[in-house]
């Protein structure tokens, strides 16, 4: 089953998760908010699901592949735009801020989206990209249970080394790491 039809099927089940795992959940939302810029209009999560990290975290628009997880954004208030991160449905330079939150394991290309946050971003605009780590411990623990790892079971996980090339390599500068139990923030604006 391709992956954006577990998120189709299971799009209920993806949006409980976050409710039924508060303590974890707050934990990253808090990550977040620290490394974050203020958000302001023009700040965007790009794959944000079912909005449970733009809605309290103030960014009020989101793009999404998922019909399903679209319509559970705009029950949180979001502004959805159906999209794929590698061909963003957004204008060149029209973004201060991405929010790129557990996305790049499911993506097939992910330099290729890398590629496209960069195009939409303003001139020193901030990508903020949030990561399970390959054999750390939450992606162990996922995989192990059920819940969030029957997403994650096809997902492909990467390093920080090989985050930071991707960002790297497509005109992003890594600024700031924030790294604990196996899940990762980047911030990189773009150069």
């Known amino acids: 089953m391709p992956e954006e039809d577990i998120f189709e099927v299971y799009a209920d089940d993806y949006d409980r998760w976050f409710d039924e795992h508060q303590d974890e959940y707050h934990e990253e939302l808090s990550r977040m908010r620290q490394i974050l810029p203020p958000p302001d209009s023009r700040s965007?999560?790009?794959?944000?699901?079912?909005?449970r990290f733009a809605a309290p975290l103030r960014i009020g628009i989101g793009v999404d592949p998922s019909l399903a997880l679209c319509r559970a954004a705009r029950r949180h208030g979001i502004d959805?735009?159906?999209?794929?991160?590698?061909?963003?449905p957004i204008r060149d330079g029209s973004c201060s801020s991405l929010l790129f939150a557990t996305v790049i394991c499911?993506?097939?290309d992910p330099v290729a989206a890398l590629r496209d946050l960069h195009r939409?971003?303003?001139?020193?605009?901030?990508?903020?990209?949030?990561?399970?780590?390959?054999d750390g411990e939450i992606q162990r623990r996922y995989l192990k249970e059920g819940g969030k790892g029957r997403f994650f079971s096809r997902a492909r996980f990467y390093s920080q080394e090989e985050v930071?090339?991707?960002?790297?390599?497509?005109?992003?500068?890594?600024r700031e790491?924030?790294?604990?139990?196996?899940?990762?923030?980047?911030a990189a604006p773009k150069i």
């Open 44 to 51: 965007i999560e790009v794959g944000v699901g079912s909005g």
């Open 80 to 88: 959805v735009i159906r999209g794929k991160a590698e061909a963003l």
């Open 106 to 108: 499911f993506l097939d």
């Open 120 to 134: 939409v971003l303003l001139p020193g605009g901030v990508l903020i990209i949030a990561f399970i780590e390959r």
């Open 164 to 174: 930071r090339r991707f960002l790297e390599g497509t005109g992003f500068a890594v």
């Open 177 to 186: 790491i924030d790294s604990k139990n196996g899940f990762c923030l980047f």
